[in-house]
Structures are given as structure tokens and as C-alpha cells.
């Protein structure tokens, strides 16, 4: 064995190019773990108001069969809009009469649908059945919580049938009964009161003799007296001319040459499972118009229920531009919502199109 030798030593270890890739792929998946821990907590956050807000709309109509409300006095749930999270609940919190107050949903949750006050009757019962639509920002998704006709109250994917029933008519029902028409009873006469005497004790005739009427005296006097002197003789000539009053500033009316805009029809309704209801379309016109404008429309709420298009995007003075409105499916997208139609430069108000989803 020479004593220069040195014994051959192995070394491991890793590359540079081995190091980065790990690291890449160890940023990769804490990033979709992080991502995905979000959108299970904001998903968390959706379902817990949901089923909230769900909570105090089962306890008003609790409360109105518990105290079987009088007309006036029924308790109520109330939301205020598109892209608002605050609700008002009215009913008998325990203090033995009723109030109204208002709770608000987490940040970053709002009403998608529009602006409704339910009303529950001594039964638990409402008018008309009605969906209430929680919008999530950050999942870009609604929750529905369900309110039926028969006060039934559910959050998620349940469908309710109310406005798929058709109205029942009921068969007139005749020639079964024989019956005798209740004859009309005749008045008796009502004797006139004993005629009044006059003076001298003879009944005759009370109406009262025709008035002399009294001469209007005229005033067409001749005032030929001198003011401050003594030869006044006192025949004041009444045809003096009245001081005439100014007439009143006329007000400034409009020429009609200011551009305004309207919507036809105001309403929608539509279906996710009837083909012949998917769509439907409203005109948007504007009147007036000078130069170009840009037509635009959106959900109010920043919603996305539905899916919109326009026929025209500019329109050149006056003209008109059809907005098409398809419903999608899925239990986030039905209920009433809010269509906003504009121009810009603004030409009058913007209009809104009311859009009511069925199943």
C-alpha cells in the first residue's frame, strides 16, 4: 500500500437544478392548499348565513301562528335590493309586542334578488312564493333559501312547484237545485206628518210667498266736489278705473328636445326547464338622441344569473337596441333580479328590467 494513497471517498447531494424544481413544485401546492382552504372557508361562510337567514324566516312565521297575528300585525322578513346585505326581521322578539330590527350579512355576502317583504298570515302562510338569493363575491355563486306558498322554508337545491301549478277552474254547477226566488217585499208607504197651521189656525199652503227682492243700489254718483273745499256735494262718482295686477312671470316649459330613454316590456318572465320560456327580449330606446352612445346592461348585484345581449351596442342619435335576456340553470339562479339597461353619455335615467326566474 503506498503511503501517498488516499482512500476514495463517495459525496451525495443535490443539484442546483434539483433544488429549484423542488421548491417550484413545493410553491405550487401550498399555493392550491392555501386557495383551496379559502374558497372552503368562504363556501363555509355562504352556507352558515344562508341557513341564518333561513333561521329567521322560519321563526316569523313561527311567531305569526304562535300569536295568530291580526291583519296589521303579522310578523315578516325584509330584504332591500341587489347588492345589499342588510334584512329586517318584524316580529315579538319576547317583549310582548312586535318590532322590526336589522341584521346584516358577512362581508362579502349580499342579495342578488330583488327588494321583497314576505308577510306571514295567522296560518304561516304568504302570498305568493318567493326565492331569496345570498350572493358570494368571492365564489361568484348564490344560495337560495326557498320560501313556498305554505310558509315551507328551505336553503339549496330544492325546487318548489308553486308557480308550475296550473290554476284549477272550477265547472259552474247548474240545474241541480230547484229553488223559489225570494219574492222582493213591496215598501209601505211612510204617512206624511200633520201640515203645518199658519197663523191664523187654517191648514193652507206651506211653501213660503216669492221674496220681494231688494234694488242693488248703483254707484254712478257724480263726485264734482273739490277735495278740502266746501262746495263737496257729496256725489261720489263711482267709475274709477282698478289699478290692473301684473300677471305672474310665465314659467320657462321644456321643448321636448331632451333626450331621454325607455324600456318595454318592464317585466320578464322565464323558465329553466320550459324551451319556449329560456328567453325572452325587451327594447331598450332612446329618444332625442344626439351623437353616439354606448348601450350597456347588467345584473344589479353583480349577480350572474343570467345570461344578457344586445342587438345594438351603439346607437347614433335615436334608435332602439333589443336586450335579450336567458335564464341559466341550477338552484342560484332562480328568483326575481334586476336588469339595469344604460347609455353613456347618459341619456335620462337608467331603466330596469325586472326578470322572474322558474324552475
Not at 317583549?95 to 349580499?110: D, M, P, S, Y
Not at 216669492?210 to 263711482?238: E, H, V
Not at 324600456?263 to 327594447?283: G, H, R, V
Amino acid at each position: 500500500m503506498k503511503p501517498n494513497s488516499k482512500a476514495t471517498t463517495q459525496q451525495r447531494g443535490f443539484t442546483l437544478t434539483q433544488m429549484v424544481v423542488t421548491v417550484a413544485i413545493i410553491s405550487v401546492v401550498s399555493v392550491f392548499g392555501v386557495l383551496g382552504i379559502r374558497t372552503a372557508r368562504a363556501e363555509f361562510r355562504l352556507q352558515n348565513y344562508a341557513r341564518l337567514f333561513a333561521t329567521f324566516v322560519e321563526k316569523a312565521r313561527a311567531d305569526s301562528i304562535r300569536r295568530h297575528a291580526a291583519t296589521g300585525q303579522e310578523s315578516s322578513i325584509e330584504t332591500f335590493g341587489p347588492g345589499n346585505g342588510t334584512y329586517a326581521v318584524t316580529m315579538d322578539f319576547g317583549a310582548g309586542v312586535v318590532e322590526t330590527r336589522n341584521f346584516e350579512l358577512e362581508n362579502g355576502l349580499t342579495f342578488s334578488t330583488a327588494a321583497k317583504k314576505v308577510t306571514f298570515d295567522w296560518r304561516g302562510r304568504i302570498t305568493e312564493a318567493w326565492v331569496f338569493q345570498i350572493f358570494s363575491e368571492y365564489l361568484e355563486k348564490s344560495l337560495p333559501v326557498d320560501v313556498s306558498g305554505s310558509g315551507d322554508i328551505t336553503v339549496g337545491e330544492q325546487h318548489f312547484p308553486d308557480q308550475l301549478i296550473p290554476p284549477v277552474e272550477i265547472a259552474e254547477v247548474t240545474g241541480d237545485v230547484q229553488s223559489t226566488p225570494t219574492p222582493t217585499p213591496t215598501p209601505t208607504p211612510t204617512p206624511s206628518g200633520t201640515p203645518p197651521l199658519d197663523q191664523g189656525g187654517d191648514t193652507g199652503d206651506t211653501t213660503d210667498p216669492t221674496p220681494t227682492p231688494t234694488p242693488t243700489p248703483s254707484n254712478n254718483g257724480n263726485g264734482n266736489g273739490t277735495p278740502g273745499g266746501g262746495n263737496d256735494n257729496g256725489n261720489g262718482n263711482g267709475n274709477a278705473s282698478p289699478t290692473p295686477t301684473p300677471s305672474s312671470t310665465p314659467t320657462p316649459s321644456t321643448d321636448g328636445t331632451q333626450c331621454t330613454s325607455s324600456i318595454s316590456p318592464t317585466e320578464l318572465f322565464l323558465s329553466q326547464t320550459d324551451s319556449s320560456k329560456l328567453s325572452a327580449s325587451a327594447i331598450f330606446t332612446i329618444t332625442n338622441g344626439s351623437g353616439v352612445r354606448i348601450i350597456s346592461a347588467s345584473q344589479l348585484g353583480n349577480g350572474n344569473a343570467v345570461t344578457l345581449g344586445l342587438s345594438l351596442q351603439r346607437i347614433d342619435g335615436s334608435g332602439s337596441s333589443v336586450v335579450t335576456v336567458t335564464s341559466k340553470h341550477g338552484a342560484g339562479n332562480r328568483g326575481t333580479f334586476i336588469v339595469q339597461v344604460a347609455a353613456d353619455p347618459a341619456c335620462g335615467s337608467a331603466q330596469q328590467l325586472k326578470v322572474t326566474i322558474n324552475n
